[in-house]
């Protein structure tokens, strides 16, 4: 387990009612400013574990802690983008970013301002007074990410952020992801089921096996970040990662 | 190049039906179906005379107060105990299967019981506009409550909102448009109910119009009484449907 990890997970395990044991003694560090994916089958517990982390679930065994306090509930320092990207239907682009900030009591003006500047990193600018339902799946997901930047967290929580969204939209989305992270000190945590979108994003990867989901393998790939993204999708370190991650998988594809 | 405006053609459409539907009333009562079936002109006459008159008027006075209060009434209990079930489990135990029972029953059996207890007056008429109303508004809020989206009741968790926040900015904004529905349903029953309530405890308002005219056997009068209901209600009907599109516009709702 890494010295500098921001989150830690002890031994967690956790049993849905019914007798559904979906994790079972997981142990891992999540190194600070680095972007870790979860990636495995579906059913292996990979959005479970993503929520137990962000306090949203209760574990039934062990404990999470963060910056070096114990996870009972959710907490400032971590925010979520959803799957299916949990926006208000009734409430516009600027309410949405700001939905966060508002929660928390932050007044009119200053959590506006924050949101504004968000949505203009997120490449939403003129799509303040939009509703949700007339943006597309992948504008839709980038008010998502706006509103979790907005709290300005730590640690940002993504629960198989693009897999509503189509592939072109998600690719640029991918890098666009990079860059904004790439001048923040941001600890992501990222589940997918992709496994190039695990090799072209992550520092670290955890590839989790099924039923009940538990860890497998930890990967690092060494890729070089400053390169374009063209050139890391050739780059010989991502297709090794791409290549390993499959040999792995490959075995829980029945 | 010309062509016809596309927004005049279904008003011409629905013009030719109403003068089909009048049309045929027309025939029907000149044939006649019955001495007891007037034709259009006639009854269109009777309803001149009896709004020039303000026999209409006085009626409508009389018939919408108990409709008035009943869904008043509804509106805040009814909206209250549907809020009340939709968020807690306690409340729902207790009050869901009576909700459920009210709504399935044929209401209009339990007004004889109403005049029983309660006789003739304002009260009865209350109620039984409270009877039919109540639970389509109830279950509407209910349901509208229930219904909330779980990821959005998990994103305002995970953003630190406390239940309050929840209640007042996720569950009741996601319920509202389907609480108004509920309302307007409600108001529909109400219509029923009133008439049932005039026409079977005692003869007031239309009612009276209706029953009065038919005893006598001025049956213009007794057709355009029944038909000044029937517009009323669909006309109030259909402007809270309008009002309701206009308040929460598809693209500003949950799935």
Known sequence: M???AIVEVRE??????????????????????RLSTLLGPSGCGKTTLLKIIAGLIKPTAGEVWVKGRKVEAPGPERAFVFQDFALLPWANVLRNVAFGLELQGVPRERRDDAARRQIAEVGLSGFESSYPNQLSGGMKQRVGLARALAVDADIILMDEPFSSVDEQTRRKFQEDLLDLLQHRQKTVIFVTHSIEEAAYLSDQIVL?????GTVSRIIRPSIERGKGPDEIRRDKHYLDAVDEIWQI????VD | MKSKSPAASPLVWQLISFVLFFGVWELAGRWPVSAAFPPFSQTFVALLQMTADGSL???????????????ALCGVTGVGFGIGMGLSRTVEWFTLPIFIILQAAPMAAIIPLITYYYGIGMTSKVLAVVFLAAPVIVMNSYKGIRNTHPSLIQMCRAFLGTRKQEVVKIILPHAAAVIFAGLRLGLAMGFIGIVIAELLITPTGIGDLITYHSS?????RMFAAITSIIVVAALTLHGLERLE??????EMRGS
């Open chain 1, 2 to 4: 890494p010295d500098d």
């Open chain 1, 12 to 33: 967690v395990g956790k049993t849905y009612e019914g007798g559904v044991e979906a994790l079972r003694n997981v142990n891992l560090g999540f190194p600070r400013g």
């Open chain 1, 208 to 212: 989790l096996s099924p039923r009940p």
């Open chain 1, 249 to 252: 998988l490959k075995r829980y």
């Open chain 2, 57 to 71: 008027g006085n009626a409508y006075l009389i018939t919408l107060q108990p409709l008035a209060i009943g869904i």
């Open chain 2, 216 to 220: 006598v056997a001025e049956y213009p």
């Open chain 2, 245 to 250: 599109r206009a308040l929460f516009p598809p």
